[in-house]
């Protein structure tokens, strides 16, 4: 028998603490970026407690993290009350062709699956700050290129390092700092890292704050020979132990956008890249990406210099801007369906172009440019306002994804129309690239799943809930699965009907699985009409939402890419138990409009566990509600219902029917019993699915 299966019997039949179990929430990594290429030892902190991590889970390929195994010495006495472990030591290895960038990473362990970390891959020897440079004459030596590491710290922390440079050179320092943070569960105050370089008598030559969102990007032509310093701090001299940094700093050429930033897949393309790479390569020969939609392309420059560049890769008919465009008579002319490359290249400067449309055929405008939490890293801040021939706007957006705009617009009448492109503030530069969409709607959808990590102990169930948002008229059911499970788990069966919005899948590990970790995609399929109106079947796979301890303990979200199920050890609760005050046919539960049915829950304790227990079915927060699996017109009878159980075990839940619910079939739905852990985070144990069906 496996050590795994041998800890997993064990922490089955084991008494553990009273506390409630939480999984490991990961902070941040020091250092924050390793090297391509190399081996590198790192260190992972947290909260709660990393004791028996044994598996790492990495986003993309060419990652490895090794150096985990559980202790060699597992008894009851030690699993009744484990150690408590907040960090980690990783061994980080590096393919030398992985691509570079930043990379998310779970840790598994005998508590539970982690909230997701990050740490970059840089192509850049690597420097982690010494203990004193906090000052200009303290500034650390250091030999460009390289990437600098480091933490600020506590309040009025400032790190600085120093470099010889020559006349006439090009430096490009990019920050990595607040795009760290942004999707780490549980950090309430993030960092507003600023840099500045000065000379060698402490006077400041340059600043940038705020360049990539939060993050600084600062490109510098050194004046004289000599030695000069580079200085990190927060904005407002903030500080926390948990404010990694990475700073690429370099004097070979990189590329920060490219133009034009939409290609056809496939395509042999000429791109004039944007940042210092232009001053040694004005003209970059690439060929596009196969694979469609926002891409990271590693673009060489020079012999052993690469530099990754963000593109869009579309289906669509590409047009060019051609300036000069400033006005209504100068308008590009663009087809549609298409797209059209264009640059706000300068400040109020305005893009014109010209569109024939149709009475009565929707047409949907789009910018893709700049948006928060992705690599899409355009300086313009998208304004779109569409006109008719004599130049009347007629509707006008902005912000509607991240800082990028769109619209649907419904021709009054067949003719001519135009549509123009400006920056919010009415600022410019060779960094305000875009690529504008002009097509008809067509029907769509897409899924988002929440939570984003999950942990279940062998024998044990939890709940994943899905998110449909139907586009353009889609007005079909969509089937739903999980992908890669780990092995003796198992996902009950998923359609979101056509009237609903959520659904919940119930994950049951078999009594015998053993202690693993796998990422998962979660997909959904539907028919929506395809050419002619025929229909056709597509599949999306689900984005994903991780948990965010917001600032007065409220719970937010942010898109990740590494979900996640894990085998884990047994928990605060073994089983909840569901059921119906009338019978079921196999898993349905028949009701009628205007009827009431009454469950009744047991929950089944750890032996020592009496901690408060609370029950639900949808998934909310002070409120608010996240997830409803209930069909329309059905909800729950607060007024009698037993849901908090404080430290007992049973409970009731009573459903109403409206006199005016419509018809479902098998709309499944599972009560959790909840283990709060803090003012956010609930662990949930999840009952058998029941199918809910109304007929009359």
Not at 174 to 185: E, G, N, W
Not at 209 to 233: E, H
Not at 478 to 497: D, E, M, Q, W
Not at 531 to 542: F, S
């Amino acid at each position: 028998m496996s050590r795994w299966l041998v800890l997993a019997c064990v922490l089955m039949s084991t008494p553990m603490l009273s506390a409630q179990t939480s999984f490991p929430m990961i902070t941040h990594v020091t250092p924050v970026a390793v090297q391509r290429g190399k081996t590198t030892e790192v260190q992972v902190t947290g909260q709660m407690n990393f004791w028996g991590s044994f598996q790492t889970l990495v986003q993309g390929s060419g990652v490895r993290l090794s150096g985990l195994k559980l202790p060699e010495k597992v008894t009851p006495e030690i699993l009744a009350k484990p150690p408590v472990v907040n960090t980690v030591k990783l061994q980080a290895e590096i393919d030398a062709d992985t691509r570079l960038g930043v990379r998310e990473f779970r840790i598994a362990s005998a508590l539970g699956l982690s909230s997701v970390g990050q740490m970059l891959v840089t192509p850049y020897p690597v420097v982690v700050e010494s203990a004193k440079n906090n000052t200009p004459q303290l500034a650390q030596p250091v030999t460009l290129p390289a990437t600098l590491t480091g933490i600020i710290e506590i309040v009025e922390d400032v790190d600085c390092f120093r470099f010889a440079a020559k006349k006439g050179e090009t430096l490009t320092f990019t920050v990595y700092c607040a795009r760290l943070q942004d999707k780490i569960h549980d950090l309430q105050t993030h960092a507003d890292p600023l840099i500045s370089v000065l000379d060698a008598d402490g006077r400041e030559l340059a600043m940038s704050d705020d360049a990539r969102f939060a993050d600084p990007l600062l490109t510098f032509t050194i004046p004289a020979d000599g030695n000069y310093i580079l200085q990190i701090r927060d904005a407002v001299y903030a500080g926390d132990k948990r404010w990694v940094y990475a700073i690429e700093a370099t004097n070979q050429p990189v590329i920060q956008q490219v133009y034009p930033l939409a290609m056809a897949p496939g395509q042999s393309i000429e791109l004039a890249p944007v940042g210092s790479a232009k001053l040694t390569s004005p003209k970059i020969a690439v060929t596009a990406p196969k694979t469609l939609g926002v891409q990271s392309l590693e673009i060489p420059i020079s012999a052993g210099v690469t530099s990754a560049a963000t593109v869009v890769v579309t289906p669509l008919a590409i047009s060019q801007e051609v300036e000069p465009n400033n006005t209504l008579e100068q308008a590009t002319p663009i087809v549609v369906p298409g797209g059209v490359n264009g640059r706000i290249g300068e400040k109020r400067d305005l893009d014109y172009f010209k569109f024939t449309a149709k009475k009565g055929q929707p047409l949907r405008a789009q910018v893709v440019a700049r948006r928060f939490g992705t690599v899409l890293n355009s300086d313009l801040d998208s304004v779109l306002e569409l006109m008719d021939a004599k130049g009347k706007i007629l509707v006008r957006a902005d912000d509607t994804i991240g800082k990028d705009a769109g619209l649907l617009f419904t021709p009054p009448a067949d003719g001519d129309y135009f549509i123009r492109v400006r920056d919010l503030n009415s600022k410019g530069g060779e960094g305000f690239v875009y690529w504008l969409e002009l097509t008809p709607p067509a029907p769509n959808f897409s899924l988002k799943l929440d939570p984003a990590h999950s942990s279940l102990r062998p024998g044990g169930r939890t709940a994943l809930y899905v998110t449909a948002t139907r586009e353009d008229g889609m007005t079909g059911p969509i089937s739903v699965s999980v992908r890669n499970l780990p092995p003796g788990v198992t996902a009950s069966a998923l359609t979101i009907p056509a009237s609903m919005t959520y659904g919940v899948i119930v994950l049951t590990a078999a009594s015998d699985a053993t202690l693993v970790a796998t990422p998962i995609e979660v997909v959904g399929s539907a028919e929506i009409p395809g050419p002619e109106g025929k229909p056709i079947t597509v599949t999306r796979t689900a984005g994903i939402w991780e948990e965010i301890y917001l600032p007065g303990g409220g719970r937010g979200k942010f898109e990740v890419e590494l979900a996640a199920v894990g085998i884990t050890s047994s928990s605060d609760i073994l089983e909840v138990q569901l059921t119906p005050k009338q019978p079921l046919t196999g898993e349905t539960l028949v009701v009628k409009p205007g009827s009431e049915v009454e469950f009744s829950v047991n929950v089944v304790r750890r032996s020592d566990f009496n901690k408060p227990i609370s029950l639900d079915i949808l998934l909310r927060h002070l409120g608010g509600i996240f997830a409803n699996p209930l069909p329309p017109g059905v909800t729950i009878v607060e007024g009698r219902s037993k849901t908090l159980l404080g430290t007992g075990s049973a409970g009731t839940i009573t459903l109403k029917i409206a006199p005016d619910a419509a018809p479902v079939e098998d709309v499944p739905f599972c009560v959790c019993a909840y283990v709060s852990i803090n003012f956010v985070v609930k662990i949930g144990y999840a009952s058998p699915v029941v199918r809910l069906s109304i007929r009359k």
